[in-house]
């Protein structure tokens, strides 16, 4: 009987009942471009902690309003903002799962800000996307800020756990690649710079026993993108500097249009593997892993810690139940409101 996926894991002060993460996910829902989650957004989280998940890691929500990918995007700019993610937060919790929120900043990639800003400016391309502005030393000092701020606000509405936007393509990413950070200060000469200093803000502003998640593109799947050697260098840099735990991912600086190679169910566990060993640090495994049976393996085979979850639980808000009655397990962690139906 299979239990690796359905044993608690502790890191700091999160305990978490399973292994199973239902990952960030955008859901371009915000009904009146003010940053604020509403009721879709209430339902699509509150659904998957009634369906079992043991952590969920709310959607990329920004620092700032021109931070967003789109004006639908979720923000914690404001405090005015913090009750409607506390609202959420407070019935994840009345069903037994835990929540956290993924802090971020688009950078290049932002499509309805007038003027994005990036590390450099270079524009990314694709037809959607502006030529952007390249962030004063000073600018760039105040956006470590506004990470922060954001910090604060995401702990004062209740989270257990936050994390740190650090791949596909995004400002952080766009910082610590030598694909699109072409300055001469030292946040060109020491490419992690940003990344440490916006953990070590952000640290200031957590209680000590949270754990902070940092997500990491592992590689670029770019020409003169950089490959896994350089991600684990920055995961070093960013581990001293106070991470607890990498969510490992790929991809976000190639041409939009372009197919990742190896894209198969598990082909982003090697990454998280590696950075497991080379790190020492826990790591979480996403990427087509829905197969409860792969799920399962890449736990009991310790080359992750945890295991997220993305298109998997959009199809079915209950994958973490019918995922542990597939692998055979007898106590199911079934709302008794539906027991009838296990």
């Given at each position: ?7 608690p ?10 292994r199973?993460?239902?990952?960030p996910m955008?859901q ?13 957004h209430?339902v ?15 959607e990329?929500t ?7 990918i789109?004006n ?8 005015e ?9 407070k019935?994840v919790?009345?069903?037994?799962a835990?929540i ?14 007038e ?5 450099s400016?270079?524009r ?9 502005r390249?962030?004063?030393?000073d ?16 702990v004062?509405?209740?989270?257990d756990?936050?994390?740190?936007h650090?791949a ?5 990413h ?11 200060d030292?946040y ?8 440490v200093?916006?953990?070590?803000a ?10 902070l998640?940092f997500?990491?593109?592992a ?8 490959e ?10 960013y581990k ?12 976000g ?9 190896g894209?198969?169910?598990?082909y982003?566990?090697?990454f ?5 060993k080379?790190v ?7 990427g087509?892993?829905e197969?409860?049976?792969?799920a399962?393996?890449?736990i009991?085979?310790?080359d ?7 298109r998997?639980?959009l ?14 397990r ?11 139906a296990?």
């Amino acid at each position: 009987m299979a239990n690796a996926l359905f044993s608690p894991f502790t890191i700091k002060g999160l305990q978490l009942k399973n292994r199973v993460v239902m990952a960030p996910m955008c859901q371009y829902s915000v009904s009146a471009m003010d940053g604020h989650p509403n009721d879709w957004h209430y339902v699509h989280y509150v659904s998957r902690a009634v369906g079992g998940v043991g952590l969920i890691i709310m959607e990329m929500t920004d620092v700032e309003p021109d931070g967003r990918i789109t004006n639908y995007d979720l923000g914690l700019w404001s405090d005015e903002q913090i009750p409607d993610f506390a609202r959420i937060i407070k019935s994840v919790h009345q069903h037994g799962a835990k929540i956290g929120i993924q802090l971020a900043h688009a950078g290049r990639k932002a499509e309805d800000a007038e003027i994005p800003v990036a590390p450099s400016a270079i524009r990314f391309e694709g037809s959607r996307y502006k030529n952007p502005r390249e962030l004063t030393e000073d600018e760039v000092k105040e956006m470590v800020g506004l990470y922060a701020s954001a910090a604060r606000r995401a702990v004062e509405a209740g989270v257990d756990v936050i994390e740190i936007h650090g791949a596909h393509g995004y400002l952080i990413h766009q910082f610590h690649s030598p694909l699109t950070n072409h300055r001469t200060d030292e946040y060109g000469e020491r490419l992690e710079k940003f990344g440490v200093e916006i953990i070590q803000a952000i640290k200031k502003e957590i209680p000590a026993d949270m754990p902070l998640i940092f997500r990491i593109s592992a590689v670029e799947y770019a020409d003169g993108g950089y490959e896994i050697d350089h991600a684990i260098k920055l995961c070093l840099a960013y581990k001293q500097a106070g991470v607890d735990l990498f969510h490992v991912s790929s991809g976000g600086e190639g041409k939009p249009g372009v197919r990742m190679p190896g894209n198969h169910p598990g082909y982003q566990v090697p990454f998280a593997s590696a950075i497991r060993k080379e790190v020492n640090i826990p790591v979480i495994a996403v990427g087509m892993l829905e197969d409860p049976v792969l799920a399962e393996s890449v736990i009991a085979n310790e080359d992750a810690d945890l295991i997220a979850i993305a298109r998997g639980l959009l199809r079915d808000p209950y994958w973490t139940i019918n995922a542990s009655r597939q692998l055979g397990r007898e106590e199911l962690d079934v709302p008794k409101q539906y027991i009838r139906a296990y």
